[in-house]
Every structure is written in structure tokens, then in C-alpha cells.
T-cell receptor, first 111, second 115 residues
Framework: DAKTTQPTSMDCAEGRAANLPCNHSTISGNEYVYWYRQIHSQGPQYIIHGLKNNETNEMASLIITEDRKSSTLILPHATLRDTAVYYC????????????FGTGTSLTVIP | EADIYQTPRYLVIGTGKKITLECSQTMGHDKMYWYQQDPGMELHLIHY???????EKGDLSSESTVSRIRTEHFPLTLESARPSHTSQYLC??????????????FGPGTRLTVL
């Protein structure tokens, strides 16, 4: 599975959009981009995933560049409860390969 | 909300004791996983299972062992706990074959402290 690169930490003002970038320049054609988050001391939680097209659900939007070498997770109106570590993962769907979580981005939402 | 449970949530125990961390899920998932995570650090996969009677070691070497006698239950055992085993242990499960989202559902974790 391709490795990902994320900033170590970011701040975002409450109520503003949080844009979390992820680079995955070695991604292959059949690898999906997944985003999880981990709120302090809890288990990680699935947010969203995508292959080529942009995706949106009730939690977030995922923007994948046309060359698929990078993506951005958007939390449209960040709240204090969105403070967490966000993991960007690329992996082949439906195989025995496991998720590699990496160190993620620590997002702090500031009142 | 995911129906995956871990007990105990917190455990403080002395060196040399045998401990078993429990993990159960009620979603009928075939695949289950154990991760180890130190504070502020990455999650490391230590064990996984594709189904009953299947267990595999993960990327990080661990002195713990696991068993999978029932689909819903995936306990982790340390025969002789040591201070180096102090960490958070997270259990997860996923569908097999992969569901639409192919996501892993995580339990709340067990925070283990060995004195």
C-alpha cells in the first residue's frame, strides 16, 4: 500500500472549514484513499473514502486531485468536538492488506 | 454506532501476572484485529484473524497471543505482563468479503499499565 504524508498538526477556528491535506504520490490505480479520525483515547472512526471522484457525506468532503497524488479532507464547519488526530490511508480495497495508520494530523479546533 | 466492545477499559496490574483483554463484536464480522498504540504514537497491528480458527501476526512483533474460537470473540492474552507491555490496546473488526465501505470498526480500547 502507498505511503502517505500529512502535516503533523493544524489549527482551525471554530465554525470555519478545516482543510486537511494528504500527499500520496505513489498511489496506484486500484488503491482507495481512506480517512479516519481518532479522538483522544478512543478507537479510530471511519470518516470517508474515495477512489477518483470527490466524495461527500454527512461528516466531511473528500477532494482527490485529478492525478490522484494528493487529497484534501474538508470539515465544512469545524466544531470543538472535531479536535482529533486525522489519518489518511491508501490501500487496495477488499484484499488482505491491512490499514497502515501512520502518525496522522493532529487538528485542534480553537474557540 | 459500532457494536464492538472491549473489557476492561483500564487495567493496572503487577509484573508477572497473566492477563486477558476481551474483545467482542455483534456485527457478525469475520475479520478482527488487535492494534497497540502508545500515547501520541502510531497504531501498530499486532494480530489479526480472518475467521474462526484463523490467527495471524501483524506488523509489530508482540509477546501476546490471540485465539478465535467464536466469530464474535477475539481475546488477547499476555502470559506474563511486563512494564514494556504498558500501552493502549485497540480491537477492531471488518466485514469479509469487504463491504461497501470496507471500513474497520474500532472498540473503545483497553489502557493497560504494568507496574
Amino acid at each position: 500500500d502507498a505511503k502517505t504524508t500529512q502535516p503533523t498538526s493544524m489549527d482551525c477556528a471554530e465554525g470555519r472549514a478545516a482543510n486537511l491535506p494528504c500527499n500520496h504520490s505513489t498511489i496506484s490505480g486500484n488503491e482507495y484513499v481512506y480517512w479516519y479520525r481518532q479522538i483522544h483515547s478512543q478507537g479510530p472512526q471511519y470518516i470517508i473514502h474515495g477512489l477518483k471522484n470527490n466524495e461527500t457525506n454527512e461528516m466531511a468532503s473528500l477532494i482527490i486531485t485529478e492525478d490522484r497524488k494528493s487529497s484534501t479532507l474538508i470539515l465544512p464547519h469545524a466544531t470543538l468536538r472535531d479536535t482529533a488526530v486525522y489519518y489518511c490511508i491508501v490501500r487496495t480495497r477488499g484484499t488482505g492488506n491491512q490499514f497502515y495508520f501512520g502518525t496522522g494530523t493532529s487538528l485542534t479546533v480553537i474557540p | 454506532e459500532a457494536d464492538i466492545y472491549q473489557t476492561p477499559r483500564y487495567l493496572v496490574i503487577g509484573t508477572g501476572k497473566k492477563i486477558t483483554l476481551e474483545c467482542s463484536q455483534t456485527m457478525g464480522h469475520d475479520k478482527m484485529y488487535w492494534y497497540q498504540q502508545d500515547p501520541g504514537m502510531e497504531l501498530h497491528l499486532i494480530h489479526y484473524s480472518y475467521g474462526v480458527n484463523s490467527t495471524e501476526k501483524g506488523d509489530l512483533s508482540s509477546e501476546s497471543t490471540v485465539s478465535r474460537i467464536r466469530t464474535e470473540h477475539f481475546p488477547l492474552t499476555l502470559e506474563s505482563a511486563r512494564p514494556s507491555h504498558t500501552s493502549q490496546y485497540l480491537c477492531a473488526s471488518s466485514e469479509r468479503p469487504a463491504g461497501v465501505r470496507n471500513e474497520q470498526f474500532f472498540g473503545p480500547g483497553t489502557r493497560l499499565t504494568v507496574l
